[in-house]
């Protein structure tokens, strides 16, 4: 089994700071890709950012510049810093997890979602 646990949502006010967790833990013999999504309401799904096992990263337009990933991959947890929030920012925050099981399967994994909240 394979776990991908979340923290560090919340409430903050317009530009303000956040930053998220995501460690995952399990069955994992190597991660790919590991990234953020966000879903407000009525909107669908949409990547924030991701970084890749050599350390590539991309962002979405709208973020670039006030967000930035980064990764522990001793302990196979990632980051997202946010600054400078903005209230359309606002959103339910997915972690992601792209790797190879124990069995070297390709695997595609979701955390359970952070709630963020922009507003004043």
């Known amino acids: 089994q394979v776990q991908l646990v979340e923290s560090g949502g919340g409430l903050v006010q317009p530009g303000g700071s956040l930053r998220l967790s995501c460690a995952a833990s399990?069955?994992?013999?190597?991660?790919?890709?590991m990234g953020w999504y966000r879903q407000a309401p009525g909107k669908q799904r949409e990547l924030v950012t991701a970084i890749t096992n050599d350390g590539s990263t991309n962002y979405a337009d709208s973020v670039k510049g006030r967000f930035t990933i980064s990764k522990d991959n001793a302990k196979n947890t990632v980051y997202l810093q946010m600054n400078s929030l903005k209230p359309e920012d606002t959103a339910v925050y997915y972690c992601n997890a792209r790797f190879l099981g124990v069995l070297h399967t390709p695997h595609n994994y979701w955390g359970q979602g952070t709630q963020v909240t922009v507003s004043s």
């Open positions: 399990g069955s994992i013999f190597s991660i790919n890709t």
